[in-house]
């Protein structure tokens, strides 16, 4: 009976997650990220330029012309990821004008519609306006406001007493199809604004990441930097990004007050002659955990290349292969694009706490040493492993999570490609339903 009733709920839940995977929004949003590809690959390659662990390129790069090298780099850098919550609120709200409408002036409406409406969600021209909110701390409300303006946006443009006209010599078919816009667009900013004004003044919620970030650190009080803490902190820290909220930005604050210095406590017992202490450090995540950034993407992209049949996602990829060997994952989460696709919430998220697990249990039980050594967040797995804690133990470890990171991705390649293969037969069907009902099938 037990097995019947979880088998039922399992059943349930895939057909949610379904539904969500193939629903206008999620397509959307999937188009819509992987339209910021360009914008990804070149903010990724001036990181991974401006990051690189090597001390000899770094100097040539402040020095060459007077660091011309470095400014321009770092105006790149700025372009594509200070702005990238802007980048994904019109590429998301194109695309679902798109799909929704075969209107030209609709795909150009909804995105300015939806600029605007993200103005007023970021607080422009009030005292909480930060430009922050237009990078990578602003995705998940980018993400929300392209969406929902969109929505509401085409919803009431169809509405006929709502699109107004202009029947008189000189206006052309231009002027009345941008007229008719502006009864919905009022109504669609109004509501945006009211919903600003009650998150502000009613509910005191200026900025989600600094409003998340407090609640973190209320929720860590009390658990010490035991096992449990570390857990709770890739959970979170994964769940965070797989919907669009910097997780990075978001657990700063746990990260420095619980995490960031414990490595230096290592280094001050060594050098008073005492046993290091400290498994769990800011360094013990970003070199055995967070490899290829948070989520573990390296080991995804390893899987993709060694179970996925689907040619465009190796090929995404493929162009993710450097910026994950330097442990910078924008480009393939978003690319991929595993933010907010349901199929890779379960690895995602369970992956980088499987490996906390192992990692922690490797150096408690003595089999890897403590780490005793920062290392650049940008130096890549297995030479990262052996730095941090001056022994080969660690670069064997990193190399054990990977391919445990590898295995617990690989069956939802499996899953992806059966969907893949029922969605293909549905549409078939689809098309020669729809064929033999317009009488030219018979």
Known sequence: MGIKVFHKIAKAFQGILDKIENSKVSRAIRKGLITAIPVLMIG????ILLSLPIEAFQSFLASFGGGILHQILSLVHSAAFDFLAIVFLITISYSYAQICSNKMSMRIGVPVIALCCFMIMSGAGTDSFSMSNFGVNGLFIAILTAVFSSMLFIRLASVPKLALHIYADGTDHDFNTAFSMILPGAIVLLAFATVNYVLTNVLGVNNLSDFLAEKMITLFMGLGEGLLSGILFVFFLGTFWFFGIHGGNVMDQVSQQYFAGNVDVNIANIAAGLPPTEILSKTFFDVFVFMGGCGTILCLVIAVFLFSRRRSVKDIAKMGVGPTIFNINEFVIFGLPVVLNPVFFIPFVLTPIVITVISYFAVYLGIV??????????????LSGFVATGSV???LLQIVNIVVG???YRPYFQDIREKTACQRKERYFEIDKNF??????K
């Open 436 to 441: 033999k009902r317009s009488g030219k099938g």
């Open 369 to 382: 040493p403590y780490v005793t050594q920062t290392v650049e967040w940008t130096t890549p797995a297995i």
């Open 406 to 408: 590898v295995l617990i």
């Open 44 to 47: 990724s390659i001036a990181l």
């Open 393 to 395: 133990a660690g670069s």
